[in-house]
């Protein structure tokens, strides 16, 4: 019973490509983030979604692209990807409540490696 | 903006020992704070989630404790076990809004 499922869970490319990683949560979460881990394994969110509307964008490059087409999804589309790109990319999701939240759940990481 | 700081970066204790792992933020008014384990190339697990209204939370050995006037909070672990090592992770948001990590602190229990 997966809760905060991401595929691929690796994925190595070559520099210009484009590639996608997909998000699925099964816990009926109306919001949904991507977070990048870099190689000093600091955290740091890149997008947020509520109800699958944009609601955070930080200060990301626009070859970022997220895509939600439901609440229970939410992908992750890179443009050109670069050297500086590879990462470790976390989807999380939580339960929107106001102000009061639930826990974020995360998903196991897709490490993605730009040759 | 927020900031999360954790000391130490690492630390290395035989089995069975008591320890306490702090984490400090920069802006006190918060909602939640969350401590996560993060063990090597997985994900990431809650482990305690605080309200900014509560002052600790327990879960079995572990208990975690909030000072929103100070910004700090503790994260204890009692009776260690190599089980345990593994990165531990603060962070803390404003409601429903992507939380703020700290850098963790790496553990290392030894047998």
């Known amino acids: 019973d997966t809760a905060v499922s991401q595929t691929p869970k690796y994925l190595v490319t070559q520099m210009g490509n484009d590639k996608s990683i997909k998000c699925e949560q099964n816990l009926g979460h109306d919001t949904m983030y991507w977070y990048k881990q870099d190689s000093k394994k600091f955290l740091k969110i890149m997008f947020s979604y509520n109800n699958k509307e944009l609601i955070i964008n930080e200060t990301v490059p626009n070859r970022f692209s997220p895509k939600s087409p439901d609440k229970a999804h939410l992908n992750l589309h890179i443009n050109s990807l670069e050297l500086g790109d590879s990462a470790v990319y976390f989807c999380a999701s939580s339960k929107a409540s106001g102000r009061t939240q639930e826990t974020q759940y995360f998903g196991p990481g897709t490490r993605l490696l730009v040759l | 903006k927020q900031e999360v700081t954790q000391i130490p970066a690492a630390l290395s204790v035989p089995e069975g020992e008591n320890l306490v792992l702090n984490c400090s933020f920069t802006?006190?008014?918060?909602?939640?704070l969350q401590w996560f384990r993060q063990d090597p190339g997985k994900g990431l697990t809650s482990l305690l989630l605080i309200q900014s209204s509560q002052r600790e939370q327990t879960s079995g050995r572990l208990n975690a404790s909030l000072d929103k006037s100070s910004g700090r909070s503790t994260l204890y672990i009692a009776a260690s076990q190599p089980g345990d090592s593994a990165t531990y992770l603060c962070?803390?948001?404003?409601?429903?809004?992507?939380?703020?990590f700290g850098k963790g602190t790496r553990l290392s229990v030894i047998a």
């Open positions: 802006d006190s008014a918060i909602y939640n």
């Open positions: 962070a803390v948001n404003r409601g429903n809004t992507p939380l703020v």
